[in-house]
């Protein structure tokens, strides 16, 4: 099997320069030796088309091997600069070495004469011929290399960014469930000493909402109808814990035609009530309502005296799902005595 692949690789790499040899040729003999064929002076032109194709085989096939070479050693878009002075050196020094080679032994078979003779019998022009041809082969070849480096460049690129956003993405999702729980669990710790049967009752509903959580926990995106579901939910826990002290106005219907990240009205909710005085000399007041193609969640602004400047885990986490997920930007706004965020809602078929 091995020699068969070895057997197969050997006839495609002679098919190769065969078809090199052939078209380089005749390219050549076209751009340099046309008068021999409007003269029909058609043994001088297959001697010449054999000398050109040749020529063409050792040049291209030796210059393609620098060119790889170089890409390994010397990559484009890393060392541009050192890059092209190698090219141009190597590439020229070996051109001009085997066009000689060539020269020589090919007139040295074809005319019956010594290497030295052969060698004697190269002319100014032939070499500036070469130079000619080496400069076109190079270009092409260079520019094929630099074409496909710059190429490979921005698909790893993307590959990088996708592969960083989607950890990043992962990363960040993952820090929603203990924060989640650990607030709820506060929430229960405090119920506990007040009133056991509301602990009971909480701690069903609290199975409910984590249930939620546990649901969604690999998806992306879930409907506008289920997060409302369990957003009625988590207010209902904060409803038996706060009383009075939090005041909710819910304008917003159900919609299964949009889309929004996981627990992304949760968050928000929490982290009003968690940044924010809630007593009932003080109520805080929340807004949930849906604004053209934004949710909306407002609350009036009386932040803990014990408060840092600090948005926690939850908005910046929202943002960056939002981003990684549909390009989107979380609006954030503070002013006349409210803190404001809206939230992007995403078409189904985004």
């Known amino acids: 099997m091995e020699q068969e692949t070895i057997r197969r690789g050997y006839i495609y790499q002679l098919k190769e320069v065969g078809v090199h040899f052939v078209l380089g040729g005749a390219a050549l003999v076209l751009l340099f030796n046309s008068s021999l064929i409007l003269k029909g002076d058609w043994s001088s032109v297959a001697r010449v088309w054999a000398f050109n194709g040749t020529l063409w085989v050792a040049l291209g096939f030796g210059n393609g091997w620098i060119v790889d070479w170089l890409a390994i050693k010397m990559p484009w878009l890393k060392m ?21 080679v060539v020269f020589v032994i090919f ?44 190429k490979e460049s921005l698909l790893e690129a993307e590959r990088l960014k996708r592969a960083h956003l989607s950890a990043q993405y992962e990363s960040l999702k993952n820090q929603v469930n203990p924060h989640f729980l650990f607030n709820s669990f506060n929430v229960l710790s405090s119920l506990v000493y007040k009133d056991q049967d509301l602990a009971a009752k909480f701690i069903r509903q609290l ?28 207010l209902f826990l904060l409803e038996m814990r706060f009383g009075q002290a939090l005041q909710v106005d819910y304008q917003i219907e159900k919609d299964e035609a949009v889309v929004v990240v996981p627990l992304a009205l949760q968050m928000l ?16 007041k929340l807004k949930i309502s849906r604004e053209q193609e934004r949710i909306v969640v407002r609350n009036n602004y009386q932040p803990r005296d014990d408060e840092k400047d600090s ?40």
């Open 80 to 100: 541009p600069v050192k890059r092209l002075i190698a090219s141009l050196v190597l590439s020229m020094g070996y051109t001009v070495t085997a066009a000689v």
């Open 107 to 150: 007139v040295s078979i074809t005319n019956d004469v010594s290497l030295s003779r052969s060698f004697a019998a190269l002319d100014q022009s032939f070499l500036i011929s070469v130079i000619i041809i080496t400069i076109i082969i190079s270009l092409f070849l260079h520019g094929r290399g630099f074409f496909f480096s710059w």
């Open 269 to 284: 909710v929490e982290n009003a009530v968690k940044h924010n005085v809630a007593s009932k000399r003080r109520p805080l």
């Open 207 to 234: 199975s409910q909402v984590y249930r939620y959580v546990l649901d969604t926990r690999d998806l992306e995106v879930v409907s506008l109808t289920q997060e409302l579901e369990m957003l009625n939910a988590y």
């Open 311 to 350: 948005l926690g885990i939850g908005l910046p986490n929202i943002r960056e799902r939002y981003r990684y997920l549909a390009g989107l930007e979380v609006d954030v706004s503070q002013a006349n005595g409210y803190f404001t965020v809206g939230l992007p809602v995403i078409p189904l078929q985004h």
